[in-house]
């Protein structure tokens, strides 16, 4: 009796302490980095992909310097699905949607219309946040 008396306040113990020492279920808010202001980000294309029936390019791209990669982290989860400024090399600048790759931590994806722009494989940009 003693011992079943006791083995049913240890497995009420253990029960009971679960729930507080679980880790939280829900993903904590990312804190933005120092300096995290919307000024723009050099970035550098992955991969491109041109979709010609829809007249859309799929651009992956990551900031150029390391230095930037938690602000455009940051960033890019705050805007992801807006609408920005895309800065190509000779100043020209157009709108892009763009997102954050949620399976690839600090890469977005940009979709622009391709008869506005065209973008390779390592060239670079400016992205522009609102």
Do not use: W
């Not at 933005?32 to 723009?40: L, V």
């Amino acid at each position: 009796m003693l011992k079943r008396l006791l083995f049913s306040a240890i497995a009420l113990a253990i029960i009971l302490s679960i729930p507080i020492s679980a880790p939280s279920i829900a993903a904590p808010a990312q804190a933005p980095p120092p300096n995290a202001g919307n000024r723009p980000i050099i970035c550098s294309v992955m991969e491109s992909f041109n979709e010609q029936k829809l007249g859309v390019q799929a651009i992956v791209f990551h900031q150029r310097s390391k230095a930037d990669g938690p602000r455009l982290g940051y960033l890019l989860l705050k805007h992801s699905g807006e609408e920005m400024e895309i800065e190509a090399s000779g100043g020209r600048r157009y709108r892009a949607t763009v997102f954050r790759v949620k399976s690839c931590f600090g890469r977005g994806l940009a979709l622009i219309p391709t008869s506005k722009m065209k973008l390779g494989e390592n060239e670079e940009f400016t992205l522009r946040f609102p």
